[in-house]
């Protein structure tokens, strides 16, 4: 008999302590207890559900096999750009250039994103030329020119990618000239 009665206030200990019992809420420190709501799928009556009507026409599957595409279509990401550069203003001075693709045109004057700049680099007597890759997101780039003379304010001149086809080498290529 004194088992039991040991066992029923060690259980009654053990309740108490845990939180157990019945309807009880618990101290302040225990967490609040949500209760998850029912998510089970309504039923839908079968006059709700629209079924296409057999022998009616299906949409086409078009198969890339199939597919057409003219010679001239180029999937390229990216086009070359040729650079040459020739300015008189910087002949006779140590200057040199970057071509950005971020910028903002605001009358003669320009807001460029510096770190855009994916050419730069020094001329020689007012010439540089080089090449370099522009994405196809880029219709424009802005060249500028800078001197080591801080007197001299830089040169800025915006060139449009794609008006920029000329014959060099027999063939056309993407050429930005500023002369």
Known sequence: MMKRKTVAIMMSALLAACGGGSGGSGD????DVTQVPDTQVPDIPATDI????????LPAVVDTATLQVDQNFSF???????????IEEA??????????????????A????????????EMNDGVFSHSMQVTNEFDSVVGVVWFQDS??????QEFHVDDTM???????QRTIVWR
């Open 76 to 86: 390229d990401t990216a086009r070359t750009i040729d650079i040459e550069f020739d």
């Open 50 to 57: 629209q079924v296409p009507e057999i022998g009616a026409a």
């Open 151 to 156: 007197a001299m304010p830089p040169l800025y």
């Open 91 to 108: 002949r006779g001075k140590k200057a040199s250039v970057s071509i950005c693709t971020g910028y903002d045109a605001e009358g003669d």
């Open 166 to 172: 000329r014959m060099k080498g027999g063939e056309m």
């Open 110 to 121: 320009f807001d460029v994103d510096y770190d855009s700049c994916n050419v730069r680099g």
């Open 28 to 31: 302040a420190n225990s967490p």
